[in-house]
């Protein structure tokens, strides 16, 4: 079948102005600076440890301190594969952290298809006769099926069941949806994959690491999302809401661990986020300027 979109990734008006403009790209990009800071506060917590000590053990050992720890706090330098796998070994965790792909995918350029796909490729189910119906495979899939409280991603955007997921694979998978309908200018899939990204926002901020570099994740989304700036206009986000589910812990992603409702006798549904713009007809607005109009008539006859 021929191709009808152009395979480059869709261009957003800021990178065009770079371009006319021949800005220069910086040399560290924000998102590894927020992948430097999420990576640094989650080593800190799990080794218990300050950052000097933390780098100390695991970076230093027996060599002459070079003061990276001190480049690192500054933003003068990130964290890289290298010191990630030295940080593991002292705070579990660590390079699974540096490696999510939701760092990368906050980039504010144009990412193209395969790009996307080789990021996500790691959740990819192998199993073909799986994968037409569970696409998606992440690390704690087992563990949670013994729990049961496994939620089953029924398709490749089934991006309802990836909020309820609520992990920072699944959140990673979101926000790769999102980027691959920007680069192919899928507007619909852009919308819902936003919409359900800023649903599982108050999820991921709940998490060590995330929690003390929240403002920070929340401006380079909205910078990402507002690269489609129909998507962007499309709904507001009520940060009110936002913040309860971040803070009470006592509200649960999986329904079935949720409070039933005493009237209904169903689980107790989320709390809504997501703000809706209105879309008023056209006679509607004919309606409302004609109305405007004899009300100022009315006005200067009762002035004169």
Same mark, same amino acid.
């Given at each position: 079948m021929k191709r009808i979109l152009d395979p480059s990734p869709q261009k957003a008006l800021g990178d065009l102005i770079k371009e006319l403009t021949g800005e220069k790209r910086v040399r560290i990009q924000d998102w590894r600076r927020l992948q430097t800071k999420v990576v640094l506060s989650f080593a800190q917590s799990q080794a218990s440890m300050s950052l000097p000590d933390l780098a100390a053990a695991s970076i230093y050992g027996s060599r002459t301190k070079s003061g990276l720890h001190e480049k690192w706090a500054g933003g003068q330098a990130t964290v890289s594969p290298g010191s990630a796998k030295r940080l593991d070994r002292v705070a579990p965790g660590s390079l699974e952290c540096f490696e999510l792909p939701l760092f990368p995918l906050l980039a504010q350029e144009p990412i193209s298809e395969p790009e996307i796909h080789e990021r996500l490729e790691p959740y990819r189910r192998q199993d073909s006769s799986i994968r037409a119906f569970l696409p998606w495979r992440f690390p704690d899939e087992v563990e949670r099926l013994?729990?049961?409280?496994?939620?089953?991603?029924?398709?490749?955007?089934?991006?309802?069941? =990836?909020?309820?997921?609520?992990?920072?694979?699944?959140?990673?998978? $979101?926000?790769? %949806?999102? @980027?691959?309908?920007?680069?192919?200018?899928?507007?619909? =899939?852009?919308?819902?994959?936003?919409?359900?990204?800023?649903?599982? $926002?108050?999820? %991921?901020? @709940?998490?060590?690491?995330?929690?003390?570099?929240?403002?920070?994740?929340?401006?380079?989304?909205?910078?990402?999302?507002?690269?489609?700036p129909l998507s962007a206009s499309l709904f507001d986000v009520d940060w009110d809401v936002v913040s309860r589910q971040e803070t009470d812990t006592t509200i649960e992603l999986c329904r079935w661990k949720r409070p039933r409702c005493p009237a209904t006798g169903r689980f107790v549904d989320l709390e809504e986020p997501i703000l809706e713009a209105e879309i008023i007809p056209g006679q509607e607005v004919k309606r409302r300027r004609d109305a405007s109009a004899k009300r100022r008539t009315q006005r200067r006859k009762a002035s004169s």
């Open positions: 013994k729990r049961r409280d496994y939620i089953p991603v029924m398709s490749v955007t089934d991006t309802s069941n =990836l909020f309820l997921y609520g992990t920072p694979h699944s959140f990673s998978v $979101l926000l790769g %949806l999102a @980027r691959l309908a920007e680069s192919k200018g899928d507007l619909m =899939l852009h919308v819902a994959a936003f919409r359900d990204i800023y649903r599982a $926002l108050p999820f %991921l901020l @709940r998490r060590q690491g995330f929690r003390e570099h929240r403002d920070e994740l929340i401006e380079q989304l909205d910078r990402v999302r507002s690269r489609v």
